[in-house]
């Protein structure tokens, strides 16, 4: 019996009302960024980075309904359907930040880090229909400093 006890002390001694549960009981470990926190990059991210991105990023990282007059021709259109439906799926930026497609918040903004960084969009295929779709050096340094106050407001 002492030892049921014991146990007993031992399971529940190291719980602390700091913890959170879900609706069903679970213990939450990693809660994520808060809400307000992903209000405020949202804001950022509408003011200061969208705009740029209207014009080049959302033709295909969003549902988009102003397709160029070529998207009906056969052949054309099916490689258009095929190269937005993948842009989407690995990121859709079609209601703000946080996007989705790679997981979380932060795995986003390192993957557009990342893809900026190596200059992998828009892709070449793209850019040759589309002459100034790729982001100015200007336009990369604001994207870069909001990826990296977002990242910082993230770990915090």
Known sequence: ??????????????????????????????????????EQI???????I?????DKCLSCHSVNN??????????????LDYDMREAKAKMDMSKGFPFTGHGSPRDDLRALSRVVGKDKMPPLRYQMM???????????????????QSLSRLEN
Request: hydrophobic letters at 40%; aromatic letters at 16%; a negative charge.
């Open 1 to 38: 019996m002492k030892s049921f006890a014991f146990l007993f002390a031992l399971i529940f001694s190291n719980t602390s009302s700091a913890q959170q549960y879900d609706a069903d009981g679970f213990e939450i470990v990693n809660p994520g960024p808060s809400t307000e926190i992903l």
């Open 42 to 48: 949202d804001d950022e991210y509408q003011s200061q």
């Open 50 to 54: 969208e705009p740029f991105f209207k």
């Open 66 to 79: 102003n397709l160029p007059w070529y998207s009906v021709i056969p052949g054309v259109s099916h490689l």
């Open 130 to 148: 589309h002459w100034n779709s790729a982001l100015t050096i200007h336009e990369k340094e604001v994207l870069n400093k909001w990826i990296d």
